[in-house]
């Protein structure tokens, strides 16, 4: 079964600080996607990527990095953090060969205070 | 670009009725067209896709959807919804070879008893 896991689960972070989500999946995809969910906005993509040492970006893109040191890993990264980050982050993977439907990791409640 | 419109952000159904949700792409050509359900703290899971063939498609727990390429639409219908039914669902649109799987704002079903 296609397996995308999130870490951390929730992250209080403070304004100015670093952030780091990771995201590892186990599908052997090539597409990997970062989201966040916000009430009204519904899913809005943020860095993409088609294989290892590849970003792309997304809709909403500032104020977000983005690395795929390998095929199974894609993170997601906020140097300065900021309260208007505070949201719900989903990671997930595709296979761009199939154009197959992308599988979801959990998602990650960060909080910026 | 592509787009998603689902103009419903809240559907309210009494168990047992039929339910439509709606959803409005725009993207030039022929689509690959996604529903996804969204469970309290949990990532999306596929509910049914549409890949270029039968206009209507069946997908898990008796949900279908029909494509309307005159009208660009992709609404998903349920003969008879369950409690187990409430959730908030999203609809998608990714283009053939592509990489960017675009949401919509998502719509939140209640149910009442």
């Known amino acids: 079964e296609a397996a995308v896991t999130q870490s951390p689960r929730n992250k209080v972070a403070v304004t100015g600080g670093k952030v780091t989500l990771s995201c590892n999946q186990t599908?052997?995809?090539?597409?990997m996607y970062w989201y966040r969910q916000d009430t009204g906005h519904g899913l809005r993509l943020i860095h993409y990527?088609?294989?290892?040492?590849?970003?792309e970006k997304g809709d909403i893109p500032d104020g977000y990095k983005a690395s795929r040191p390998s095929q199974e890993n894609f993170s997601l990264i906020l140097e300065l953090a900021t309260p208007s980050q505070t949201s719900v982050y989903f990671c997930?993977?595709?296979?761009?060969?199939?154009?197959?439907?992308?599988?979801f990791g959990k998602g990650t409640r960060l909080t910026v205070v | 670009a592509q787009s998603v419109t689902q103009p419903d952000a809240r559907v309210t159904v009494s168990e047992g009725a039929s339910l439509q949700l709606r959803c409005k792409y725009s993207?030039?050509?022929?689509?690959?067209l996604f529903w996804y359900v969204q469970y309290p703290r949990q990532g999306l899971q596929l509910l049914l896709k549409y890949y270029p063939g039968d206009p209507v498609v069946q997908g898990v727990n008796g949900f279908e959807a029909e494509f309307s390429k005159s009208n660009s639409s992709f609404h998903l219908r349920k003969a008879s919804v369950h409690w187990s039914d409430w959730a908030v669902y999203f609809c998608a649109v990714s283009p053939a070879g592509g990489y960017k799987v675009v949401f919509g704002s998502g719509t939140r079903l209640l149910v009442s008893p």
């Open positions: 993207y030039f050509g022929t689509p690959y």
């Open positions: 997930a993977s595709g296979d761009r060969q199939l154009n197959t439907e992308v599988f």
């Open positions: 599908n052997n995809h090539n597409n």
């Open positions: 990527s088609y294989g290892a040492g590849s970003t």
